[in-house]
């Protein structure tokens, strides 16, 4: 039943990115809107995506939600954020260039899950792979968006950029390598493991249309719609399952995690309020803020991931 629900949000949510891809392309969405639908959706999916980890964190490790517990999930969770935010003091760029690439590794693991790969190390560098490569050629193709954003990163200079803009007008040949050098890695892993099939070839074509999309889209809407529809609706799929909450509705998830989301909720609207006017500002904040939270929360996430292959 769930892997019909899971294939079925899949091809839902690729009807509503193709949707979405003609609307702009037709009528040109105006910057106010796209932030409107990049703010609803952190609100509605990206947020409350991750204000489950600590019941994913009790459930993997079959404990009883107490204080005692709360308390070890706190010191574990707040640690990671705590060494992050100490590396990002001491430097921006290592900060941003561990941030890509553990979210790399966490993208991968959702975006290829319906491929079915088995829990080796194979799977692992297959995820990180098409994660990072995923991410830097999404960088690429929207450098001048992206440039701005990090220039709103505070201690973050226009000399550091230099490099990036090097790479910048050779978009379409740094993907062609990308794909050269990820298919075939791909098609030897499957057959390695003999799980070439309908199923991952079907993951691919998906994926590809996926990022088709993404790539030509504004980047409020296009990373908007990656992050927030379809990495964090598939991922609150996952959990869905994972917590044995497949018949509660999404109401019932929020209401669950009023805490944590009542707590984003409020930074965002303090962000906004602080940094209205200055979108880059805002988003780089915003960004950074998501960026102190990847690791504990991909940590989370690829406990129970690894445990279903």
């Known amino acids: 039943m769930f892997k019909l629900n899971s294939k079925y949000s899949r091809f839902k949510y690729l009807v509503f990115a193709c949707a979405l891809f003609l609307v702009h392309y037709f009528f040109p969405i105006n910057e106010s809107i796209q932030l409107l639908f990049f703010g609803l959706g952190v609100l509605f999916f990206g947020i409350p995506h991750g204000s489950l980890d600590h ?4 459930h993997h490790r079959k404990e009883v939600m107490t204080l005692r517990s709360i308390a070890h999930f706190l010191l574990f969770y707040l640690g990671f954020a705590i060494l992050y935010s100490i590396l990002w003091i001491i430097s921006v760029e290592l ?3 561990l941030f890509i690439l553990i979210s790399a590794y966490h993208f991968g693991e959702m975006d290829l899950k319906s491929m079915g790969l088995k829990a ?5 560098m297959l995820f990180s792979v ?6 830097l050629n999404y960088l690429l193709y929207q450098f001048p968006q992206v440039e701005a954003i990090l ?3 505070p201690g973050f200079e226009n000399s550091q950029i230099e490099k990036l803009r090097l790479f910048y007008g050779y978009q379409q040949e740094f993907l062609l390598g990308s794909i050269l050098v990820f298919v075939p ?3 030897i892993y499957l057959i390695l493991n003999k799980q070439i099939g309908f199923p991952q070839m079907e993951a691919i074509l998906q994926l590809a249309l996926l990022m088709v999309i993404v790539f ?3 980047i409020l809407l296009g990373f908007g719609l990656y992050f927030n529809i379809w990495h964090a609706g598939l991922s609150m799929i996952e959990i869905k399952k994972f917590l044995g909450w497949q018949d509660k509705s999404y109401w ?11 707590a984003s909720f409020l930074m965002i609207a303090i962000l906004f309020l602080v940094f209205k006017g200055n979108l880059e500002r805002l988003l780089a904040i915003f960004f950074m803020a998501i960026a102190i939270l990847t690791a504990p929360h991909m940590k989370v996430i690829s406990s129970f991931f690894s445990k279903e292959r």
């Open 55 to 58: 019941f994913i964190y009790h």
């Open 120 to 124: 080796n190390w194979g799977s692992k």
């Open 185 to 187: 890695l791909l098609i």
């Open 252 to 262: 019932f998830i929020y209401r669950k995690s009023w805490i944590t989301n009542g």
């Open 216 to 218: 030509n889209l504004p």
């Open 95 to 97: 900060s941003i260039l």
């Open 130 to 135: 098409y994660g990072l490569l995923f991410l």
């Open 151 to 153: 220039l709103g990163f």
